[in-house]
């Protein structure tokens, strides 16, 4: 399996109740200084045209023609930092279509994946990765990039093929999910956060996640990295309530998606690899990160 904790020791749950025994709000803080702008610009020219033709070339292949009229009113851009200079910009603007997804965030969420990656490689704690972005939110001064923050080699995915192979399909489903989310926002002509309620807003979360799943599972690619993203979203969302709001109803609607047609994710080449168990493993995860957000915030 892609992304999955060791249940023997309960190692999720100790992750996730690490993750929201934190203060229920969270300041607004500059991360523009995490990454030198040398290494944005790398992933601006090596991960932009690559994500550009994952969702005009291969997301745009699955899907029905209503959707893809859509895609065609949309763009995308590539930005060093988005507009809060946030670790999570990713957003599509509801006026115009067009999707945001900043460098910074593109290096933090790939820099996630390869962390959670090679510490499950290493049989290291996962939870010291939660607790390094508990203290990346939470420390005003605290800019320490992930890879020297937790000793990971750089590139460390050269010297390990399970750090190589389980963090670049973590990232991509990742980035698939994310993508697709987006589009859905506009294909459903959602309102802006600021306009609406909070139960509003969460219904509009709730209707994209569906069709990101939905179309995914057209894919036939498992979503593995909505694991590691919800886990880490939930810090920010904690204090942000109305922007992308994360809630323990919409996590239990996206496992319940996922436990509704499970084999749907699993591709015709990897139905040696991969069966309907590792499917209801990434929904069971998903509900042990709503529960304990719930038993945390109530909500």
């Known amino acids: 399996m892609m992304f999955q904790f060791p249940a023997v020791n309960n190692s999720l749950q100790l992750i996730v109740v690490s993750l929201f025994c934190c203060s229920l709000s969270v300041q607004a803080k500059d991360f523009t200084k995490l990454y030198t702008p040398e290494q944005l610009q790398r992933v601006q020219a090596v991960y932009g045209n690559n994500i550009k033709a994952v969702l005009f070339e291969d997301i745009a292949a699955y899907l029905l023609p209503a ?8 763009n995308i851009n590539f930005p060093l930092y988005g ?8 957003y599509v603007n509801l ?5 945001t997804f900043p460098a910074l965030s593109i290096k933090f969420l790939d820099d996630l994946a390869v962390a959670f ?11 010291e990765v939660v607790a390094y972005v508990n203290r990346l939110y939470f420390e005003e001064a605290y800019l320490e990039p992930p890879f020297k923050a937790l000793n990971i080699p750089e590139k460390a995915w050269e010297q390990d093929d399970f750090v190589d192979d389980v963090s670049q399909k973590t990232l991509k489903s990742a980035i698939a999910f994310l993508l697709i ?3 859905a926002h506009w294909h459903y002509k959602h309102l802006a956060y600021d306009s609406i309620s909070h139960r509003q807003a969460q219904q509009q979360e709730i209707q994209s996640d569906a069709l990101a799943l939905n179309v995914m599972g057209r894919m036939r690619t498992i979503p593995f990295g909505i694991v590691p993203w919800f886990m880490t979203v939930g810090m920010m969302s904690s204090g942000n309530p109305t922007t992308h709001p994360l809630s ?3 996590l239990m ?9 499970p084999a749907k994710y699993i591709s015709y080449e990897n139905r040696h690899v991969y069966s309907v168990a590792t499917v209801t493993g990434v929904a069971k995860e ?4 709503a529960e304990q957000m719930h038993k945390q915030f109530g909500r």
């Not at 990656?117 to 939870?127: F, H, M, P, R, T």
């Not at 609607?253 to 436990?259: N, P």
């Open 286 to 289: 998903i509900r042990t990160i």
């Open 95 to 99: 006026q115009n279509g067009k999707i």
């Open 67 to 74: 959707e893809r009229a859509t895609l065609s009113t949309m």
């Open 181 to 183: 989310h987006e589009v």
């Open 117 to 127: 990656a090679w510490y499950q490689s290493k049989g290291l704690d996962l939870a």
């Open 248 to 250: 323990s109803d919409r």
């Open 83 to 90: 507009d809060s200079a946030g670790l999570f910009d990713f």
């Open 253 to 261: 609607a996206l496992a319940a998606v996922l436990e509704s047609d």
